[in-house]
């Protein structure tokens, strides 16, 4: 809301405790400052700057919170279906686009902030402070890291604001509180906010320290965030046939970022993936550029491993589409894999013949709890779903969880590289992706090591993506190359239940993905034998509703008295497709309520094409 941006200076710090290195991005409020006797040395800025951590960097988030975690807040995907009328799209203009409960709800749906420049104004006022108090007593290296971490977080602060809303006033100043014309400015295009967001950026990444302290932001941690922001808004501009030069120059920084990452060999795929998610402790993890810490002596615990523990219900969980997609491990699509059983959608088959992340991210049987069968347990460890019918230990029941969260991990940073440079020699006059991209990239990561219980199932590390021999999959859409294809499978594989999906699906043009009257698969889960992975849905309050399908589409109900007829794709519960839905969907609405808080100061604030 626009009062937000008149924020007073008194802003609460946040520092760290005292000599404690096991909890850097939670950090008390110990102390709070007066401005005018603030901005002394690196320390009080250090200081201010510490709040950003948990806002911008949150992991698991904290409790039973669910804004922006993986498995309970980015649920709204095409990749999981729930029992009944699937979620749906916002369909009209909110009231407000600020209030906490809509926001709640809204989040899920275009994954990023409310209509807010409150963190747009904690930077530049950081940046006011370091020009006008601080940079006489601090060295001039400290004064352009803090200058280029200020820029960074402003920059990554409108990044979100403009995937979801497109064009936003850009202030990149303090105002006065009389400065009513500056307030209370229309929107700015997103091309004009995102070139200077690029101009921050490179400010970023030219000025920030290589270290600054374990688990503190610095040049790869920013160039890591610097390839995905631009990354989105260049193949934003591109798939949206909005600015082709605007979407080379941020494509071409996407590839720059990433290769800062990339060439510093500090990082690797050193670890299986289980490692990534499921650790006490993700300190020295070669792949892991930025983690969130979980500690309960500090109460700071989170349960988004309980969410994947076999037993609590997520309500929306992996369809049959996303079954589809994994790659069969000698490399190609399921339909002409060579693997034997590839054509077998059993669980227990499924595991031994996809992509290794198939069985480190979904439990190996059949569990109830889902409403497709198919159990995500990505984020919990293997002991986790041992407990499974009996009392959980605080690790992995309740919010008690103290597994670390990956903020930043070396996957993305390589797969935002090569979609980038994908689209670039694609459409946009780049150099042509060479097998040495992939090599870097793709087969990098399916280069994993897996882990003892994996390899005990027979799971088998995936075949190198070459690009003399790209996959044949009849299920690619006909607009979109076939490397590209494989570059976005890799994406859905490597992200599952992550907060990539529904962007990817926005940046690509892609939302008839959640339309899922287009796909009868969106309905179905694995293939089962009811009565002998689970009998719980065969008893008399199911009548009627247990339902598989065969690959023919003929369906068996449940009758009471059919029980060992019922094998085949596991049909979710009164599963129906969303509300219809627009085009207008890829951008939000602004609320009623700030619209009129322009009007009554005399101004106007445009609403969102299409809404």
């Not at 200081?47 to 669910?66: D, E, I, K, P, R």
């Not at 795929?269 to 810490?293: I, N, T």
């Not at 997609?325 to 227990?348: L, R, Y």
């Not at 984020?379 to 605080?394: L, N």
Request: aromatic share 14%.
């Amino acid at each position: 809301m626009m009062k937000n941006i008149k924020l007073i200076y008194s802003l609460v710090a946040v520092i760290l405790l005292a000599g404690c290195n096991k909890n850097i991005l939670d950090r008390p409020p110990l102390t709070s400052y007066v401005d005018g006797q603030f901005w002394r040395n690196e320390d009080d800025i250090r200081m201010y700057v510490n709040s950003y951590y948990s806002y911008y960097f949150s992991g698991y988030n904290t409790s039973f919170t669910a804004d922006y975690t993986p498995v309970r807040g980015y649920t709204f995907s095409d990749d999981l279906t729930g029992k009944n009328v699937q979620s749906s799209f916002e369909s009209s203009v909110p009231t407000s686009r600020g209030s906490t409960s809509e926001a709640a709800a809204w989040l899920q749906t275009y994954a990023g902030p409310t209509w807010d420049f409150a963190w747009v104004r904690k930077s530049n006022i950081l940046l006011d402070r370091l020009e006008n108090e601080a940079k006489s007593g601090i060295s001039e290296d400290a004064y352009k890291h803090w200058t280029a971490v200020a820029r960074f977080f402003r920059g990554f602060e409108y990044s979100r604001l403009v995937s979801v809303f497109g064009d936003v006033p850009y202030f990149d100043k303090v105002l006065a509180d009389d400065d009513l014309p500056a307030l209370y400015k229309d929107r700015d295009d997103r091309g004009v906010v995102m070139d200077n967001v690029y101009e921050d950026f490179k400010y970023a990444l030219g000025n920030m320290r290589e270290n600054d302290g374990a688990q503190f932001l610095n040049k790869y941690i920013a160039a890591a965030f610097i390839s995905r922001f631009m990354l989105f808004e260049g193949t934003y501009q591109h798939y949206h046939g909005l600015d082709a030069a605007r979407a080379k120059k941020y494509l071409d920084f996407a590839v720059e970022a990433a290769e800062i990452v990339m060439n510093s060999n500090k990082y690797s795929f050193g670890r299986d993936l289980k490692s990534l998610f499921s650790s006490e402790s993700l300190a020295g993890h070669p792949e892991v550029l930025l983690y969130r810490v979980y500690d309960a002596a500090l109460t700071v615990t989170h349960c988004i491993g309980s969410y994947s523990n076999g037993t609590e219900v997520v309500g929306v969980d992996p369809n049959l589409v996303l079954i589809k997609s994994f790659i069969a491990n000698d490399g190609k699509v399921w339909q002409n894999s060579g693997v034997p059983d590839a054509e077998s959608f059993t669980i227990a088959d499924l595991v031994k013949t996809r992509d290794p992340r198939f069985e480190a991210s979904f439990v190996d049987k059949a569990l109830t709890p889902s409403a497709t069968l198919l159990y995500g347990f990505k984020f919990a460890s293997r002991d986790a779903i041992t407990y499974i019918g009996k009392t959980y230990p605080a690790a992995w029941g309740s919010n008690t969880n103290t597994s670390d969260a990956p903020v930043m991990r070396l996957a993305e940073v390589v797969l935002n590289w090569i979609e980038a440079k994908a689209v670039l020699a694609e459409y946009l006059g780049g150099s042509p992706v060479a097998q040495e991209d992939i090599d870097k990239s793709i087969n990098a990561i399916r280069l994993r090591p897996l882990d003892a219980a994996a390899a005990d199932k027979g799971v088998q590390q995936t075949a190198p993506l070459m690009l003399g021999a790209l996959p044949n999959d009849p299920d690619r859409d006909a607009d979109v190359p076939s490397l590209i294809w494989e570059i976005r499978r890799e994406r859905r594989m490597e992200f599952v239940f992550e907060h990539t999906r529904l962007l990817d699906l926005k940046r690509w043009k892609k939302l008839e993905y959640m339309d899922f009257s287009t796909n009868p698969d969106y309905f179905l889960g694995p293939w089962v034998n009811v009565q002998a992975e689970a009998p719980a849905y065969l008893t008399d309050a199911y009548i009627g509703r247990t339902k598989v399908k065969q690959p023919d589409g003929t369906v068996i109900t449940y009758d009471g008295n059919n029980a060992a007829s019922l094998v085949g794709f596991w049909m979710v519960d009164n599963a129906q497709n969303r509300n219809p839905f627009t085009e207008q969907s890829y951008l939000a609405p602004v609320g009623q309520s700030q619209i009129i808080q322009y009007e009554e100061k005399g101004y106007t604030l445009s609403q969102t094409p299409g809404w």
